[in-house]
């Protein structure tokens, strides 16, 4: 099974100062298979980038990823007040879906 | 819109039984694998089963694997999930998620739209 690790943490930020997240595989993964969600108190998740850089409908362009092998980035570049939230990867493999242990963006 | 509904969600003793249904509508329910995803209390997301279109294949967590059992009825746009032998530790939100971002081969390998969960606790 595939683990993905997210650092850091906790990242906290001010509104509009830039977001970079981190998610790293124990094993190459397939570039096609990976997504970012983030999810808010109370709320289901969100999907917002799939295959590993595009973004998902209604999904603004300050949200981008990139990566490929074992390294993935979610990079929001100016953040807004509703962007403050919890931050998942995803991806598949043999048949199994994993998810990253989260990343949380706090404002500073 | 795409809307997913789950319910059946409730408090249930160790060991014992539950069976969750998530009603969808908004999408053409029978061209789309769905899946079901839980958080526990203040913990992450871990998904839980996958079922095709179709039925034809089903995939498990390992977690789960031999006393879950997820079905669907495309005639009545509902997705089941069967909880047996439910353990403490199955105390979770329960998301039904429909499959979407990257598709090939008639499988999507990602979730692009979720139900507001429902509870499950199991407790004595």
């Known amino acids: 099974e595939i683990v993905l690790t997210q650092s850091p943490g906790t990242l906290s930020l001010s509104p509009g100062e830039r977001a970079t997240l981190s998610c790293r595989a124990s094993?190459?993964?397939?570039?096609?298979?990976l997504a970012w969600y983030h999810q808010k108190p109370g709320q289901a998740p969100r999907l917002l980038i799939y295959?590993?850089?595009s973004r998902a409908a209604g999904i603004p362009d300050r949200f981008s990823g990139s990566g490929s092998g074992t390294d993935f980035t979610l990079t929001i570049s100016r953040l807004e007040p509703e962007d403050f939230a919890v931050y998942y990867c995803?991806?598949?493999?043999?048949?199994?879906?994993?998810f990253g242990q989260g990343t949380k963006v706090e404002i500073k | 819109q795409v809307q997913l509904v789950e319910s059946g969600g409730g408090v249930v003793q160790p060991g014992g039984s539950l069976r969750l249904s998530c009603a969808a509508s908004?999408?053409?329910?029978?061209?789309?694998?769905m899946h079901w995803v839980r958080q526990a209390p203040g913990k992450g997301l871990e998904w839980v089963a996958f079922?095709?279109?179709?039925?034809?294949?089903?995939y498990y967590a390992d977690s789960v694997k031999g006393r879950f059992t997820i079905s669907r009825d495309n005639s009545k746009n509902t997705l089941y999930l069967q909880m047996n032998s439910l353990r403490a530790e199955d105390t979770a939100v329960y998301y039904c998620?429909?499959?979407?971002?990257?598709?090939?081969?008639?499988?999507?390998?990602?979730?692009?739209?979720w139900g507001q969960g429902t509870l499950v606790t199991v407790s004595s």
């Open positions: 998620a429909k499959g979407g971002g990257y598709c090939s081969n008639g499988v999507c390998y990602n979730f692009d739209y």
């Open positions: 908004g999408f053409t329910f029978s061209s789309y694998g």
């Open positions: 079922i095709r279109y179709d039925g034809s294949n089903k």
């Open positions: 094993q190459s993964v397939s570039s096609s298979y």
């Open positions: 295959g590993a850089s």
């Open positions: 995803q991806q598949y493999g043999s048949s199994l879906w994993t």
